[in-house]
């Protein structure tokens, strides 16, 4: 990503380290997956949404620091908990052994376990006022839970045959947290209930987008940049949007829900450019 998202990436990657005990803290067997985990290459998508959603209302991103980490943590937990093998039974995860391979099944459980902890931690040491934090965690909660990340993963875990059934579990399993990292973004700016609608919008056509696209490079993308074998979700026999609506029909609806994250867009000025941005890099992304 060009900047300023690679300046956002730098900054999260510094608020991680910041957040996180060392490698040598007791228990060192625990800190040491939580780090690989969590300094795995990842494209930090979610924290730079934070950023990008204040940008809106000029909140520096000082401010928004922790609400960045905590998204952030909790997507490496939900990531390694859906690779173990009662759930996705994963090997690679961006290109390298997953939690469970690389260190052990019990200590990936402990590892998701400690990243949902630390992430509420760090919203709790915020600086800003005690009524955006509590903005914070009820959003985060809201996104993690049985309603959100929780109940999509459980609806993966069952039979989805129907294009409905599909677009409410990735709105749950991936939009949801997508949503609440542009709404915390956004909180300390106080937004009104258009704005908010909008941004809601702007989020659930740019989360179910990100899926879609993933879905595209399971078919068409190489097992080298995407980190993962080549048609997996295939082999696996997973309800995708190109399994269920065909690739052509796939990359149709790619377009029509960028345009929608576009159009949503379109009360603010120059000010969403890093939202535009992150729209377009969604759809055009090769990993």
């Given at each position: 990503?060009?900047?300023?998202?690679?300046?956002w990436?730098?900054?999260?990657?510094?608020?991680?380290?910041?957040?996180i005990?060392?490698?040598?803290?007791?228990?060192?067997?625990?800190?040491?997956?939580?780090?690989?985990?969590?300094?795995s290459?990842?494209?930090?998508?979610?924290?730079?949404?934070?950023?990008?959603?204040?940008?809106?209302?000029?909140?520096?991103?000082?401010?928004l620091?922790?609400?960045?980490?905590?998204?952030?943590l909790?997507?490496?937990?939900?990531?390694?908990?859906?690779?173990?093998?009662?759930?996705?039974?994963d090997?690679?995860?961006?290109?390298?052994?997953?939690?469970?391979?690389?260190?052990?099944?019990?200590?990936?459980?402990?590892?998701?376990?400690?990243?949902q902890?630390?992430?509420?931690?760090?919203?709790?040491?915020?600086p800003?006022?005690?009524?955006?934090?509590?903005?914070?965690?009820?959003?985060?909660?809201?996104?993690?839970?049985?309603?959100?990340?929780?109940?999509?993963?459980?609806i993966?875990?069952?039979?989805?045959?129907e294009?409905?059934e599909?677009?409410?579990?990735?709105?749950?399993?991936?939009?949801?947290?997508?949503?609440?990292?542009?709404?915390?973004g956004?909180?300390?700016?106080?937004?009104?209930?258009?704005?908010?609608?909008?941004?809601?919008?702007?989020?659930?056509?740019?989360?179910?987008?990100?899926?879609?696209?993933?879905?595209?490079?399971?078919?068409?993308?190489?097992?080298?940049?995407?980190?993962?074998?080549?048609?997996?979700?295939?082999?696996q026999?997973?309800?995708?949007?190109?399994?269920?609506?065909g690739?052509d029909?796939?990359?149709?609806?790619?377009?029509?829900?960028?345009?929608?994250a576009?159009?949503?867009?379109?009360l603010?000025?120059?000010r969403?450019?890093?939202?535009?941005e992150?729209?377009?890099?969604?759809?055009?992304?090769d990993?």
């Open positions: 990503m060009s900047n300023p998202f690679g300046v990436q730098q900054r999260v990657e510094g608020a991680l380290e910041q957040s005990p060392a490698t040598t803290t007791l228990p060192t067997q625990l800190h040491k997956a939580i780090h690989y985990t969590v300094f290459g990842g494209k930090r998508i979610r924290p730079i949404l934070v950023y990008a959603a204040g940008k809106l209302f000029d909140i520096s991103t000082e401010k620091d922790k609400a960045a980490v905590a998204v952030e909790i997507h490496t937990y939900s990531l390694v908990h859906d690779d173990l093998p009662a759930m996705d039974d090997d690679l995860r961006r290109g390298e052994p997953t939690c469970h391979r690389a260190f052990d099944e019990a200590t990936a459980i402990l590892v998701g376990d400690a990243l902890t630390m992430a509420f931690q760090a919203l709790a040491d915020s800003l006022s005690s009524d955006i934090r509590l903005k914070w965690i009820q959003l985060l909660t809201a996104a993690s839970g049985s309603e959100g990340m929780v109940g999509g993963q459980m993966d875990l069952e039979t989805v045959t294009s409905d599909l677009s409410t579990m990735h709105l749950m399993k991936t939009g949801a947290l997508i949503r609440a990292s542009i709404l915390m956004a909180t300390p700016g106080r937004p009104d209930e258009t704005t908010t609608d909008n941004l809601i919008t702007y989020a659930n056509s740019i989360g179910l987008a990100f899926q879609v696209r993933d879905d595209i490079l399971d078919i068409e993308g190489t097992s080298d940049i995407i980190g993962k074998p080549q048609g997996s979700d295939l082999e026999e997973k309800s995708t949007f190109v399994s269920i609506f690739m029909s796939a990359k149709i609806r790619l377009q029509k829900l960028h345009q929608q576009i159009d949503a867009l379109s603010f000025d120059s969403a450019d890093s939202l535009r992150i729209a377009n890099f969604i759809i055009q992304r990993h």
